[in-house]
């Protein structure tokens, strides 16, 4: 638990979302402070990328097919992708987040990735809605 903790924190002490992949000169100047980031980015980008940063970005990879994934299903994605790792399952309970993101962003919903995080997304908030109010009267 405590090797997990360590873990996230190197990663969200310069944690950035859904911004900076072409923001080359801020990630320099953070750089130059003692902080490395972690960019988890949707937007088109072209280079310079720093490398105080790690950059994770649908738009750069040509294996990475979905090109309508915003930041939200990039972030929530990457937490799938940590819980393999370190053997937890924390990800779904945030389904929603990244179902809110792809609506909110107004990304393609023709993207089967996409249409199934908002559908498995929105069941999750349903259920979370109905025990509230469940638990309330």
């Given amino acids: ?10 990663l969200v002490e310069g944690a950035i979302t859904d911004a900076s992949s072409n ?28 490398d105080n940063a ?18 939200a299903g990039i972030t929530w994605q990457f937490c799938r992708y940590l819980d393999e790792i370190l053997g937890v399952n924390f990800a779904p309970k945030y389904m929603d987040l990244a179902a809110f993101g792809i609506i909110s962003d107004m990304m393609s919903m023709l993207s089967l990735e996409n249409r199934y995080i ?18 309330e009267i």
């Fill in 54 to 71: 790690i950059i994770i970005n649908n738009q750069l990879s040509p294996k990475y097919k979905n090109k309508d994934l915003c930041g």
């Fill in 118 to 135: 908002v559908t498995e997304g929105l069941k999750e908030l349903k259920d979370l809605i109905w025990k509230t109010l469940n638990a």
């Fill in 23 to 50: 923001d080359y000169e801020y990630i320099e100047r953070l750089g130059r402070l003692g902080t490395k980031c972690s960019i988890l980015d949707h937007h088109e980008a072209e280079g310079p990328f720093s």
């Fill in 1 to 10: 638990f405590h090797f997990f903790h360590r873990i996230i924190h190197k």
